[in-house]
Each structure stands twice: as structure tokens, then as C-alpha cells.
């Protein structure tokens, strides 16, 4: 479409200058309106079975980034660098001026941003261009937004295009405002950023700029346009979740929607699988990673769930209805699936069906396929011989996900995901908690301010220790303050106190391998409880007071659940000892990241927290200053109330 800014004017759509100056000047353009489109320019037209994305470096040559292969089930794109196989957390930086807490491009760089700004417009002008139009977003929250990207990195687009939703030019409205921007240019990573991945954001007074210099969708296409979408929700003062959420029902038809938050690897996407049965029909507990020995249980029937969201969801205003429950709805048009779990056939049979034979083509990236094969997700690319690749990945359109939902729910399980690593006595670790813990609301704002991204993280390159992703899981995705970030978060729990906050590790409890179960397990428990709340007894203080309360016992289906997976001090190889060691790191850990929390203008209830765990309170004491058991009056306090409460001391 040639004539797209005679369009764009017609519809009096106002295109910054920058934009029309790429779009005018460049060695041509090709305007996209739907992805099968590009799914066709992915492979450099449909007839092609195969591609190479590659460019020419300055000082390297010729260098190929991704191969791009058309197979049965979709387009398959795999990156011939190990490195750019997962999300780097130290990709963002900000370029303008305006408010923020994360690293500046001046000050990483030594240099201001608008001289490589103007190299890539002078690089991008000389290339042929693919251009579409997004609304990042859903349901009318959110905003419409621009793509422009080499012509040859179709495949790239195509993720772009499916994770947001894609508008075509005649369905763009008159008076409609360019929010966002996404300028694609890959070659400058190898020029200027040393071969890593970076994505600039620049916020303009008219329009959020994203600089993506590499072509992996995580950090721009996907969490890039998380930034867009959070630096608005930060101006309006409501959240946007880093979360997965599932409405499960029993088989006695009890409704119980899960919200699970957590850093990247926290089991957000696990949270939509099904329980996998042994051949025998019994369900594995966990492998004692130093014995070998093995647990099952027995559970006749599962419960079955409706997916609702995957990875992010928004809290808007427009949606809550103030009855004590939070209400969220989806924030994104397609998922972005991590695959590594699925090891062999039959680990996931609902995902291998809906993903062989998909009702519409998939995007598959650091899957090994052969042009005009059938992706298979337990297929992983290896990154080295014997390796596989941790971090493979599918994106699925929501549409085409069995029994989505596509309206508002109200949340009544809030859990927080733990990657947590093996614990023993000789050699302790944070991995103490057990199959899950009820939180107090104030311990869950907590974990949410220090949201630890845990141990052996398959989505990003780290040094797989434990390091905070920051408040609200998303921070590394936000370009603005983290204190209103916290302030927000605290309001959001103050507001929602009919809400259950639980705490859920993944991959080990103590000595035992785990994997995803104790999340799944805990949605199987908690939709068959419905309403009826745990019995007095059944629970008690945590000996760790960071996790909230321990349960004392569990029964699911006439299974009892033995107390090792539920108090990971009763295990041999742990005792006290272990426990108590890893309850020391945990401890300290909070303390050294919640420090940069205490500025002035947090809210006086969330010094007091803090403050509460820097002394090492008990469970009572986070109680007393949020309490935990719902009560009419408190429901409906505003945090400007709560504030000023006798609770606060009237402080």
C-alpha cells in the first residue's frame, strides 16, 4: 500500500515526523492487515519451504540470526545463537527523561541516545520494510500502535502480530491516536551493544517509542509492549498482573478462579496444565532427589478449568465491581507458551493436540523441525550437543484455546509461584517451602515487592541464583517508579480482602523433586473446597513466619498427603537445621531487597510492613496491621481510610 500516509491523513490519523520520514524515504515498504500475510512473507512467500534472516554487519559480514522454516502446524523460527534463544533481564533502558528508577541510556551507554537514534533511521530507510498496525491490548483497554520492521524478519512481525492484536488499515478509525511504535533494526546489537539483546524506550509526549535491537519477541514484542502498557496504567493508577489465571471446576461443580503471579519460570503458564497420570492411574507426588524413592497418590477424578489468562491481565477500573473481590480479564490476543516441561510425547496432552493440530497456524520458536514437517513441542533445539534449549516456545492465539474466557472474573485465589532448589542439611537453601501456604494479605504484598525469580530460570539468561524481579513480578517490564508500583499493589490487596493469598514453590520441596505439582495439586484441593474455609487446626504459623501459615495436614480424594511435602523440616535429610538455614536466607534476602523501598512517599501501611519485617515480626503481627479474616466494614475502606485508621494508630 503505497499510499498509506494518504490514507492515514484522510482518516486524520497524525503520523510523527520520524515515522513519515522512515516510511517516505525508505528503499520500499509493505503494508500488512492480517498474519496469514505475514505468516506468507515469514519464509520470503509461501512457496518457500525455508529462509535465512540475515544481515550484513559492519566489521562481521554476512551473519545469520534466525532460520525460518514452514512447516504443517505454522512457521518455525530458530535462532543460530544459543544466547538469543532466551529473554536477557538487562535488556531495557530508557532514553528519555521523564521519571524512572531504571538504568538511563546515558548512563549505561556514555553516550546520548538520539545520535544511535538517527543511525537507525539512516539504516532502517535503506532496507525493505514491513509495516502493520496493533492494538496493544484488549477489550478496548489499551492502545493502537505501529510496526516497523525489516521486511526479511517477517517471522518476527508474525509474533508481534499475534501476541497483539493486529488491525488493518481499513478497520483503523478516524481520529484514532498512535500510542506506540515498535523500530525493528538487528544489526545493532552486533555494532553497538556487544551482541546483546537491547530494546530502548523512548517516552515521547505523543507516542511511547520501542528501539528493539534484536530479534527474539520476548523483550519487545511481548514485554516491550508490557512497558508500554504499564507506563499508561502507572499515569492512571491501576495495575496490569503478571499472572496466569484459570477458572477450575470441581467435580461436585464448585467455580474456583486461581490468579498466579510470579517471576519469569514461577509456573504461570503450568498453571493451565492438566495432572498427568502414571500408566497405573496414580498420580507422582515427588522423587527424592538423593534416595530415588518415589510418592504417589491416588485422586479418581480431576477437576477441570477454563483458561483466562497467561501471562498478564489487567486490573482495570472498568471492571471491578467493589465487592471485595479483585476482577481481571485478559490482557493479551495470544499466548506465549514455554514448552520445556513437555519433554516426551504424552507429558501434556492437551497442549501436544491443540498445538499439532492447531485451528490456526502457530508461531514455534527453539523447536527443531525440517521444512514441511509437523512442529512437535517436546522437540527442544539443542544448544549445545546434549543440551537442550530451556527456554522453547509456542504462541497460540487465545481464539484458538478450548473454553477461553473472554469476560471479567472475579479472583478468589491469589497464589505467588516459588522456583524453588533442593534443600538439604549439608547443603541449605531457600527451597523449604512446602506444598503451599496461606499468606496474611501483608506477607503477600511482600513477596510481591521482592518477587524472587528462584532457582534454574528457563526463560532468561541468569546466573541461576536467587535475584529479585522486583514489585509486582513485572517490574523489569515497567519504565517508570517502583514506589507508585507498590502503593498501587498495596491498595489492590487492601481492596480485595475477600481474596485468599496463598505461596506455591515449583521444582523441589526440601529433597524432593516436585516439578509443577504442588500448584496443580493446590487448585485441585481449593476448587473442591469451594467457600468452606481450612479448619482451625488443619493449619498454623509457618517456622518461618515469611511463609505465612504451614498446613498441618491434607487430604485430597482420600489421599493424604504425607507431612514431609507439607513441612519440609519433617524430612530426615532437611531437620531443623536445614530449615532453619534456609529460613536465615530467605530472611535476609527480603531484608536487603525491601530496603529500596523505604522512601517517603510510600504509603505509611507499607513502611509499616516492611518495617515489620525488618524486625523479624511473627504471623500476628502482620495481622494486626492488615487483617486477614474478611470483615464487612473493612471490605469496603478505601486505602485513604485505612491510612488514617485506628489499625495505623490514626498515624
Not at 537 to 565: H, V
Not at 608 to 619: F, G, K
Request: charged share 20%; aromatic share 10%; net charge neutral.
Amino acid at each position: 500500500m503505497s499510499n498509506l500516509l494518504t490514507v492515514l491523513n484522510d482518516k486524520n490519523i497524525i503520523i510523527p515526523n520520524n515515522i513519515r520520514e522512515v516510511l517516505t524515504e525508505c528503499k520500499s515498504y509493505t503494508v500488512f492487515n492480517t498474519t496469514g500475510e505475514l505468516s506468507d512473507a515469514a519464509t520470503n512467500g509461501k512457496d518457500n519451504a525455508e529462509f535465512e534472516v540475515k544481515y550484513d554487519v559492519s566489521g562481521k559480514g554476512i551473519y545469520t540470526e534466525a532460520v525460518v522454516q514452514r512447516v504443517k502446524n505454522g512457521i518455525s523460527a530458530n535462532y543460530t545463537e544459543a544466547y538469543m534463544r532466551r529473554r536477557d533481564p538487562g535488556t531495557m533502558v530508557i532514553a528519555d527523561n521523564k521519571p524512572t528508577d531504571k538504568k538511563r541510556f546515558i548512563d549505561k551507554y556514555g553516550y546520548e541516545f538520539s545520535a544511535l537514534q538517527t543511525e537507525t533511521f539512516d539504516w532502517l530507510k535503506k532496507q525493505d520494510l514491513a509495516v502493520f498496525f496493533y492494538f496493544a491490548g484488549r477489550e478496548n483497554i489499551g492502545s493502537l500502535g505501529i510496526a516497523i520492521a525489516p521486511a526479511n524478519a517477517a517471522f518476527f512481525a508474525l509474533g508481534l502480530s499475534m501476541l497483539q492484536e493486529m488491525v488493518s488499515v481499513d478497520e483503523l478509525k478516524n481520529n484514532s491516536a498512535l500510542k506506540s511504535v515498535i523500530f525493528v533494526a538487528p544489526v545493532f546489537r552486533h555494532t553497538h551493544f556487544d551482541g546483546k539483546q537491547v530494546v530502548v524506550h523512548n517516552r515521547t509526549e505523543s507516542i511511547h517509542e520501542l528501539y528493539s535491537y534484536n530479534l527474539y519477541p520476548g523483550p519487545s514484542a511481548k514485554k516491550g509492549l508490557y512497558g508500554v502498557m504499564l507506563t499508561q496504567a502507572e499515569k492512571e493508577d491501576w495495575i496490569i498482573a503478571h499472572c496466569s489465571a484459570v477458572q477450575s471446576v470441581s467435580p461436585y461443580d464448585n467455580v474456583t478462579t486461581f490468579m498466579h503471579e510470579g517471576a519469569s519460570g514461577g509456573g504461570k503458564s503450568e498453571m493451565h496444565q492438566h495432572i498427568i497420570r502414571e500408566p497405573d492411574g496414580r498420580v507422582l507426588l515427588g522423587r527424592n532427589t538423593l534416595t530415588g524413592e518415589e510418592r504417589f497418590i491416588t485422586i479418581p477424578r480431576f477437576c477441570t478449568f477454563n483458561s483466562v489468562a497467561d501471562d498478564m491481565a489487567f486490573c482495570h477500573p472498568s471492571v471491578q465491581i467493589k465487592d471485595g473481590k479483585m476482577r481481571i480479564i485478559d490482557a493479551e490476543n495470544a499466548w506465549f507458551v514455554r514448552v520445556d516441561s513437555v519433554k516426551q510425547y504424552g507429558d501434556d496432552p492437551s497442549l501436544e493436540k491443540n498445538t499439532i493440530n492447531p485451528s490456526l497456524p502457530l508461531l514455534f520458536l527453539n523447536i527443531e523441525t525440517q521444512p514441511g514437517s509437523t512442529a512437535l513441542i517436546w522437540n527442544h533445539i539443542q544448544d549445545e550437543p546434549g543440551k537442550p534449549c530451556p527456554n522453547p516456545r509456542v504462541i497460540i492465539p487465545r481464539k484458538s484455546v478450548p473454553n477461553v474466557v473472554n469476560r471479567p472474573v472475579s479472583v478468589d485465589i491469589r497464589s505467588f509461584g516459588l522456583r524453588a532448589p533442593v534443600c538439604t542439611k549439608e547443603n541449605p537453601s531457600y527451597g523449604i517451602a512446602g506444598l503451599f501456604h496461606v499468606l496474611p494479605p501483608a506477607l503477600a504484598w511482600l513477596w510481591r515487592l521482592v518477587a524472587p525469580r528462584g532457582h534454574n530460570n528457563p526463560s532468561i539468561v541468569s546466573s541461576g541464583g536467587m535475584e529479585s524481579e522486583g514489585v509486582g513480578s513485572y517490574w523489569p517490564f515497567a519504565t517508570g517508579k517502583r514506589i507508585p508500583h507498590a502503593n498501587m499493589l498495596l491498595k489492590q490487596i487492601i481492596d480485595t480482602p475477600r481474596t485468599t493469598f496463598t505461596l506455591v514453590p515449583n521444582q523441589n520441596i526440601g529433597v524432593w523433586a516436585v516439578g509443577f505439582k504442588p500448584q496443580l495439586l493446590m487448585r485441585e484441593y481449593l476448587t473442591r473446597r469451594g467457600a468452606a474455609q481450612l479448619k482451625g487446626d488443619q493449619y498454623q504459623p509457618a517456622r518461618c513466619p515469611l511463609l505465612g501459615y504451614e498446613l498441618n495436614y491434607l487430604t485430597l480424594e482420600g489421599s493424604k498427603i504425607p507431612s514431609r511435602f507439607l513441612k519440609v523440616y519433617s524430612q530426615p535429610e532437611v531437620g531443623f537445621e536445614g530449615y532453619d538455614a534456609g529460613a536465615e536466607m530467605l530472611q535476609a534476602f527480603f531484608k536487603t531487597e525491601l530496603q529500596k523501598f523505604l522512601k517517603g512517599e510510600l504509603l505509611h501501611t507499607g513502611k509499616r510492613i516492611i518495617e515489620a519485617c525488618l524486625s523479624n515480626a511473627s504471623i500476628e503481627e502482620y495481622n494486626e496491621i492488615i487483617p486477614m479474616s474478611y470483615e464487612y466494614e473493612y471490605s469496603f475502606n478505601r486505602i485513604e481510610d485505612y491510612e488514617q485508621s485506628s489499625v495505623n494508630n490514626g498515624l
